[in-house]
Nanobody
Framework: QVQLVESGGGLVQPGGSLRLSCAAS????????MGWYRQAPGKQRELVAA???????NYADSVKGRFTISRDNAKNTVYLQMNSLKPEDTAVYYC?????????????WGQGTQVTVSS
């Protein structure tokens, strides 16, 4: 019932920047947290950054100081500002949303957007 639409991926040189956006639509209520995961070839999907409805944030150690997550609760949209990009940041980035209805937790995923950092 919740759809996530991502945008902003692409090709960028090392040291460059990208800004990812994710907008949630559908039956939108009780979205407690949104975030970004990424998966590189041959690696497990990992949490990059997350933000709760209250504004608390959590970052992977590998991106601290370089990436910033923000959220517009009114629009159910989350952003990921990615600065000082490195080749190891290359991955498919997935938007994630967590919804709690009564006592049941639901997790939704976007289709993924490719981020490639290369010279």
């Amino acid at each position: 019932q919740v759809q996530l639409v991502e945008s902003g991926g692409g090709l960028v040189q090392p040291g460059g920047s990208l800004r990812l956006s994710c907008a949630a639509s559908g039956t939108i209520f009780n979205i407690n947290a949104m975030g970004w995961y990424r998966q590189a070839p041959g690696k497990q999907r990992e949490l990059v950054a997350a933000i709760t409805s209250g504004g608390s944030t959590n970052y992977a150690d590998s991106v601290k100081g370089r990436f910033t997550i923000s959220r517009d609760n009114a629009k159910n949209t989350v952003y990921l500002q990615m600065n000082s990009l490195k080749p190891e940041d290359t991955a498919v980035y997935y938007c994630n949303a967590e919804q709690v209805v009564l006592t049941t937790q639901y997790t939704y995923w976007g289709q993924g957007t490719q981020v490639t950092v290369s010279s």
